[in-house]
């Protein structure tokens, strides 16, 4: 195992990733602990079967989170916090995505490899700036996706709490309080812009000016309203993590 900071990340990754899952729509298949049928296999070089990821060990997918992905990420040297938005955005959503989107806060080449020269230009970012536009860039990527429907709510909530632990080591407990009122009042303001949107009479308003049939304009609601429901729901996940964050700094 890896010295450093691994242990205290994996800590806070091992409860979002669980136990043995085969969801139908994940395209990951059979996974257990994060690890999927795929890496496991790749892992021990052989042919195996779903059971042996249902079998796998914690010890085991420790040492592939350490050799497959904190390494290769350079975890070791990556500074406390960042290391652990970057870590695991590379285990949820691939090392090389993690290591461009880490680039591309960075302005430096996006070769999807963290080097010296991405280590030396992350570090000329305060850590707050850049845990914060990492977890919002990986956020975005993960609602592009055709599954955020199915697996979007757990996923904003695991960035939320990957984002205020990150603050965490790295911040004051006035600077977590701060970063908690503001997500707070944004999603306040998202909310009360998304129930301004499905008002009552909304829809009979736009019929009146479009002459569309209410049913059309009630679909088109909807679909502009969406955003700002999700909008909401995250900077609400955001509050709560960091507020919780700031309690026990």
């Known amino acids: ?59 085991e997918a420790a040492e592939i989170y350490d050799k497959r992905y904190w390494r290769p990420l350079n975890g070791e040297k990556l500074r406390l916090g960042d290391d652990l938005a970057v870590l695991d955005f590379g285990i949820n959503s691939g090392i090389a995505r993690s290591a461009k989107y880490s680039q591309a806060i960075a302005g430096v080449t996006q070769d999807g490899k963290i080097g010296p020269v991405t280590l030396a230009a992350i570090e000329r970012i305060p850590s707050r700036d850049f845990i914060k536009k990492l977890c919002a860039k990986r956020l975005g990527f993960v609602q592009g996706l055709k599954i955020w429907e199915t697996f979007g709510r757990g996923w904003s909530r695991r960035i939320a709490h990957m984002e205020a632990t990150a603050l965490s080591w790295v911040s004051t407990k006035a600077e977590l309080e701060h970063d908690a009122r503001d997500a707070r009042g944004a999603a306040t303001g998202q909310g009360g812009g998304a129930l301004v949107t499905v008002g009552t009479g909304t829809a009979e308003q736009v019929n009146g000016v479009t002459g569309l049939p209410v049913w059309v304009v009630v679909a088109v609601i909807v679909v502009i309203a969406a955003p700002l429901v999700i909008r909401t729901i995250i900077n609400a996940q955001r509050a709560a993590a960091l507020a919780s964050a700031a309690k026990e700094a």
């Open 1 to 59: 195992m890896a010295k450093g900071n691994l242990t205290r990340c994996l800590e806070q990754i091992w409860p979002f990733e669980g136990g043995y899952v085969d969801h139908p729509k994940d395209p990951g298949g059979a996974t257990n602990m994060g690890i999927t049928f795929d890496v496991l296999q790749r892992w021990r070089g052989k042919t195996i079967t779903k059971q042996d990821v249902r079998n796998l060990t914690k010890a």
